[in-house]
């Protein structure tokens, strides 16, 4: 499946920016220790208006400039091979 994510050369200039890097980081209201986190997992909060407005004022870029399709991990839900269909057995007294 795939999401929408900030390309390579954005993130890059994320980490690489300190000034850019606190613009996002306020604009998604995280700390300087979390975003580090959300760039390495190209985290889709990352996609946020307020976020993709701060990078296109600062970088003078166009969306289509900032965004790419990521492939996105998928995860196994703990116990889905459980048969949830049987009926539930309740003792009586």
Not at 12 to 35: Q, R
Not at 40 to 57: C, D, F, G, V, Y
Request: aromatic share 2%; proline share 4%; net charge positive.
């Amino acid at each position: 499946m795939k999401r929408l994510g900030l390309n390579k050369k954005v993130l890059e200039k994320i980490k690489a920016d300190p000034v850019l890097f606190g613009m996002v980081a306020k604009a998604l209201h995280v700390s300087s220790l979390t975003l580090p986190l959300l760039l390495k997992k190209n985290h889709p909060k990352l996609t946020q208006i307020e976020s993709l407005m701060a990078i296109k004022e600062y970088l003078g870029v166009q969306d289509k400039d900032i965004l790419c399709a990521v492939q996105q991990k998928e995860k196994k839900v703990r116990g889905s091979n459980i048969n949830t269909s049987l009926p539930i057995m309740q003792e009586t007294l």
